[in-house]
């Protein structure tokens, strides 16, 4: 110990001495060497390694031929067995870097391996039980800060140094450099979206464009079609689509977007018995989702398009769980959504063009879609928020191109409809504007300010729509109908105007079964038998009005009643017979309630005999029949005697 101090000190005073002269002078060679030979010297202590680590920096630009040799005793520091010794290394190496910046990324690369400190050692030391030997956690903040000083020294090549180390290789490795390579590979993956992820965005990739940036994308997204998807969406979520480049879109994304889905086509592309759930595509399109339409860092037709090629058949989605179906599509209509917002802003011809086209092919299969979720019945918040996403995009549809809904969609949106009102679903509020449903056998849409909820006539284009937004059934219409007077006798079931009726109802009848009884049945058998009970009654029975006689000059006939009005008693005068006329006309003004309607008593020949009988029972009515013309002719005594021989 003694004799280790000794030299140290005559050490320290050549080196002191060296270091006032200057140039590569003999005496500050010679003060080199030593320093250098110190840190192998087999009897040097702790504090010796430290003072040599401390001062070879100084020297090292002065003797190029001594780099080498220099530089192996700065990394045989890093590997010592003192804590603090490898600590004084790892500094040695920043210092190193900084007098001669040719060595930075060679540093680089031993300050990456040199981050499992604190984890595994890389030196491969071992203690006397044969475990590895596990260094103190606080070397590995120092090699961080190392790292971090280097990555400003000259951040592309560091940053590639760094990405050497997540890309894997080609070529084949045993199990123990395949081990430590994946050790070392999450560490790196962890630094960069941890400790140095500030630096990178704040210092080296803004404003977008930079030769670091350049170098970090392009081997993070080779990395992706390779690396395990826990380290994938690290690398996603965390590092890429936190540089500034990805903070708007740019055609720059896309390339993430299509390694990701490049990726996630090979399990698709399995046949059905060897394709349970998602596996692997499932996290993948999960991704994918979270870069096109979460953060709009790549064009969601891209993601689309996809969508339409290889999950959009019946056949695809059958393979796999009904919770996945509805997962995948909730990300179907959530890239739809994306299309329709993107066609919006779109301000070129051409690109509108070819979403209008994507978006009409997509909705187009809306019905399938419609049809597999409504299958699956899982009622999450997921499904029925889906479910609005899609109705959404048909109504943005039919109001933009007047599109007409096929039979099919509407026959799966009546059975969402149906669903709603059998039971009681949460968060279905948003899915009830939209499609609500009526009581009897039509279905429609109500108006309302939600524009959510703008799809009233969704299912009406051959319909016709009601002012209050709802469709009406025959009973329904008729209880709106004015009142009948009182004085009027009920019309029977026959004479209803029929023709009108089938026009309404049965263009889209639809029989409703309530509580286990046909509405329609009960509808006609009530018809019927009021029917029968007035057909019964005489007296209240009303025949239908007969039509109007033609005489063989085309002079309409004049009809019993009219002649009735017309006939005058015997002997009156024309003066009396007109002043009776005009009392009549007026009498018949006062009595009736209401003028220039229906008579009290209808139509009927016998209530107006009657009413004429009460209104002249003292005058005598002259005989207008052929038989009664004939009597008179042939009885002009008119006793009836001459008429009664006759007969």
Excluded at 205 to 234: C, F, K, Y
Excluded at 285 to 313: K, N
Excluded at 423 to 451: K, W, Y
Excluded at 522 to 529: E, L, T, V, Y
């Amino acid at each position: 110990m003694a004799d280790s101090d000794e030299k140290l000190k005559r050490i320290k005073v050549r080196v002191e001495r060296a270091a006032q002269d200057t140039g590569g002078t003999s005496l500050r060679r010679g003060a080199f060497r030593e320093l250098i030979q110190l840190v192998h010297s087999p009897q040097a202590s702790l504090q010796s390694k430290s003072y040599a680590a401390g001062q070879i920096p100084r020297f090292f630009n002065d003797f190029p031929d001594l780099e080498e040799e220099a530089i192996n005793a700065v990394y045989d520091l890093c590997e010592d067995q003192d804590s603090k010794v490898r600590i004084d290394g790892y500094n040695a190496v920043t210092q190193v870097s900084y007098a001669q910046r040719k060595w930075v990324k060679r540093n680089a690369d031993v300050l990456v391996q040199l981050l499992q400190s604190g984890n595994f050692s890389t030196c491969g030391l071992e203690k006397s039980n044969g475990d590895l030997y596990i260094d103190e956690p606080e070397e590995a903040a120092v090699v961080k800060i190392a790292l971090l000083k280097h990555l400003d020294m000259d951040p592309p090549a560091v940053l590639g140094v760094m990405c050497d180390q997540v890309v894997p290789l080609e070529e084949d490795l045993d199990e123990t450099e395949r081990q430590t390579r994946e050790r070392l590979r999450s560490l790196v993956i962890t630094f960069l979206a941890t400790d140095a992820l500030g630096v990178i965005v704040e210092k080296h990739t803004d404003p977008p464009g930079s030769e670091a940036e350049q170098t970090l994308v392009s081997q993070l997204v080779l990395s992706i079609r390779w690396l395990e998807i826990q380290e994938v969406e690290v690398i996603v979520r965390d590092i890429l689509l936190s540089l500034p480049c990805y903070r708007v879109y740019s055609s720059r994304g896309d390339s993430i977007l299509l390694a990701l889905l490049d990726r996630a086509k090979v399990p698709l592309q399995l046949p059905a018995s060897n394709y349970g759930p998602l596996s692997s595509a499932r996290s993948l399109l999960a991704l994918a989702q979270f870069v096109a339409v979460d953060r709009h860092a790549a064009s969601p037709a891209i993601l689309l398009q996809f969508y339409l090629s290889f999950l959009m058949g019946r056949m695809a989605l059958q393979k796999i769980s009904p919770q996945d179906r509805v997962d995948v599509i909730s990300w179907i209509s959530g890239a739809l959504l994306a299309c329709e917002a993107e066609m919006v802003k779109s301000r070129q011809t051409s690109s509108q063009e070819q979403l209008r086209r994507l978006l009409s092919q997509t909705i187009d299969a809306t019905s399938l879609l419609l049809e597999i979720l409504f299958d699956c019945k899982v009622y999450s918040p997921v499904f029925w928020r889906t479910v609005q996403t899609l109705l959404q995009a048909v109504n943005a549809r039919k109001k933009r191109d007047n599109w007409a809904l096929p039979s099919h969609l509407i026959s799966i949106i009546r059975k969402f409809e149906e669903l709603l009102v059998q039971g009681t679903h949460e968060n279905t509020m948003d899915v009830q504007d939209l499609i609500r449903v009526r009581s009897g056998p039509f279905f429609a849409f109500p108006l309302t300010a939600n524009p959510l909820s703008s799809f009233e006539q969704l299912l009406t284009d051959n319909q016709p729509i009601p002012l209050n937004g709802s469709m009406q059934t025959p009973r329904a219409m008729s209880a709106k109908l004015p009142e009948r007077p009182s004085h009027l006798p009920e019309p029977s079931a026959a004479n209803l105007p029929q023709k009108k009726y089938n026009t309404i109802y049965h263009a889209n009848r639809r029989p409703l079964v309530k509580d286990g009884v046909n509405e329609d049945a009960r509808d006609a058998d009530s018809n019927s038998m009021i029917s029968s009970k007035r057909s019964n009654n005489s007296a209240e029975s009303v025949p239908e009005p007969k039509r109007a006689k033609v005489g063989l000059k085309g002079q309409p006939t004049p009809s019993l009643l009219s002649r009735l009005a017309g006939a005058d008693p015997i002997g009156a005068s024309s003066s009396e017979r007109t002043r009776r006329r005009w009392r009549g006309k007026l009498e018949s003004r006062e009595t009736s309630p209401e003028l220039e309607k229906h008579p009290t008593t209808g139509y009927s020949i016998k209530g107006a005999a009657s009413a004429r009988r009460s209104e002249r029972s003292t005058e005598i009515v002259q005989a207008t029949s052929l038989l009664g013309r004939l009597d008179s002719v042939n009885d002009p005594a008119g006793d009836g005697s001459m008429g009664r021989w006759k007969r």
